[in-house]
C-alpha cells in the first residue's frame, strides 16, 4: 500500500520505476466506472484516460549517471457543454499532469519540471478506493519544481522540493513553497513523514500579494504487511491562518490470489467543528483479469454530521499499457 520515493519521484502513476533504456516508453490507461448513488441517475463514465512517454538514458561523460525525461498528459473523455452527453463527438481538455527531466545516479536523484508531490508517500496507505469520502489534502502533484531525493541508505530515503512556479508572480522575491519529508522500511513496517508550506499568494492564484496566509500541511503515514494482510494509516493536518483542518484514515488490504480484498474508514474534521465533520467508510473487491487489466466494486460511505448519508455503489473496468 506504500510507494518508495523513488518511484513516485521518476515512475508514471500506473507503471514501475524507470529502468536504463534509450528507447522512450509508452504508457497509460483507460478507466470505465459505473457508479449508482442514493436519489442520482446511474452514471457510466470514463474515469481515467491518460498516456504518458519516459524513458532514460545513459550520459557518456558522466559515469554511472543516467538522465531521465517524462510526460504525462490526462484526457477529459467525458466532456464538456451542452452536447457533450448526446453527441458523436466531445470537446474536452488535455490536462497536462507532468513534464520533466533529471539525473540518477549513486547521488540520487535530481528532478526539475512538473511532478508528483513527494509527501503523497503518506497517503498511499490508506487512499486505495474509488471514491472520495477521505478528504486527503495532499495534491498528488506540484507545479515546476526542483526535487533531490537521497539514495537508499538501509531503508531511509529522505526528499527536499522547492516548488518556483512564477505563473501567478505576486511582485515579491521569493519562492511558492517547498516540501521535505522522508521514507523508512524495515521488515515490513513503513513510515512516512513529510511537510510542506506553500505560500498564500500561490495558494489562492492571485498575480497580486492579497496578504493571503500562507499553508502548512503534515501527512504521516505508516503500514505494515504480514504474509497477504497489509495494514495502513494515515494523518493530514492542514493549517491556513485560522482555518485548521484534520483527518485520519485506517486500512486493511488481504490477497487471495488474483483478488483482493480491501477496507478502509476514516474521519475527516472539517474548519469550524461541530457538525462539520465526516465519517467515511469503503469495501472493494479487485480482481485481476490480467498483468494489465481487472475490475473492482466497491461499497461506500459518506456519513457528514450535518446531512444524511449517502451510499455509493461503483464498479470499475480498466486496461493499463
Known sequence: MKKSLIALAIAGAMTAPIVAQADATLYGGVETRLKFAEDKDADLYVDKAEMGVK???????????????????????????????????????????????????GFGIVQVGRQNRLTEAGEGYTDIMMSAGNNFMNNDRVGNALTYVTPNMAGFEAYAQLIVDGSGDDNEEDVDGYTVGFNYALMGLDLSVGYSELNGNYTDGVGVDTGADDAQLVVVGAGYSIGDLGLGATYEKGEQGSAEDEMYALAATYALGNTTLKAVYGENFNDGGGNNDEQAYAVQAAYKLGKKAGVKAEYAVLDPDNASSTDTVTLSYYVNF
Open 55 to 105: 524513458g532514460s538514458s545513459d550520459l557518456e561523460n558522466l559515469d554511472g549517471v543516467q538522465a531521465t525525461y517524462q510526460i504525462e498528459f490526462r484526457l477529459d473523455a467525458n466532456g464538456t457543454g451542452d452536447t457533450a452527453a448526446n453527441g458523436s463527438n466531445v470537446n474536452g481538455d488535455v490536462i497536462m499532469r507532468k513534464a520533466n527531466v533529471g539525473l540518477v545516479g
